[in-house]
């Protein structure tokens, strides 16, 4: 795995929409893990099924092939 992101030809081309882009989605990905996290409410297998659904939209919007990463 990299260690630096590579940008894509859209991102490029329109940097200001795409920094804002990837800034909402990481906003919203720490509000909602933030969220799951403090609500006691919540069921442990709730935030599993939440996490398991959002992360392969997020790894692949960020070029990460998640079956190459390293787990220690």
Known sequence: ???????????L???LWWCNHHKEAVRYLVIRIH?????EA???SQI???LRATLPAFAESVGVDL???KIS
């Open 48 to 50: 599993e099924s939440i």
């Open 13 to 15: 081309s329109q940097p």
């Open 67 to 69: 079956d190459e990463v």
């Open 35 to 39: 969220q799951l996290l403090h609500d």
């Open 1 to 11: 795995m990299s260690t630096r992101a590579s940008l894509t030809e859209g991102e």
């Open 42 to 44: 919540t069921d442990p």
